[in-house]
C-alpha cells in the first residue's frame, strides 16, 4: 500500500478539518418508536478535508499526481497531523487553485477505510 507524501509542505494547513461520521442501521416501528444499532465493528469513520494553502507548486503537483494515480479506488497510509496516527484512507475529490505563478492551494478529503 502507498504512503502519502511527508514532509512539511505534505502537512495540512491548520485550517483543516477532522469530522466523524457513524454508520448506524435503524428499525422503525408503529407509533413513531424506533431501535439503532452500530452498524459493524467498524461503524464510526474519521473524514478529514484537508487543505494545503499557498505551497510551492511543484509540491502541489506531487501531491495530485500522487492521488490521480490512486484513481480515488485504491486506500493508501496517511499519518493524522492531530494525532499522528497511521490510518488508510481514500481520496475521490480534490481540487486545485492557483494562488500566483509558484504557489497554489490544494483541498482533499480523505476518508478512513477499513480494507482487507
Given amino acids: 500500500m502507498a504512503a502519502f507524501p511527508t514532509g512539511d509542505n505534505y502537512t495540512p494547513s491548520i485550517s483543516s478539518r477532522k469530522g466523524q461520521s457513524a454508520r448506524v442501521m435503524v428499525a422503525e416501528f408503529g407509533d413513531g418508536y424506533n431501535q439503532r444499532v452500530a452498524d459493524g465493528l467498524n461503524s464510526i469513520r474519521a473524514v478529514y478535508s484537508n487543505i494545503w494553502r499557498g505551497i510551492p507548486t511543484t509540491d502541489g503537483q506531487v501531491i495530485i499526481d500522487f492521488l490521480e494515480a490512486r484513481l480515488g479506488a485504491e486506500s ?30 490544494i483541498t482533499a478529503e480523505f476518508k478512513q477505510v477499513f480494507d482487507f
Fill in 76 to 105: 493508501f497510509t496517511w499519518t493524522d497531523p492531530t494525532t499522528q496516527a497511521t490510518i488508510d484512507v481514500v481520496s475521490v475529490e480534490w481540487t486545485r487553485s492557483p494562488v500566483s505563478e509558484q504557489y497554489e492551494t
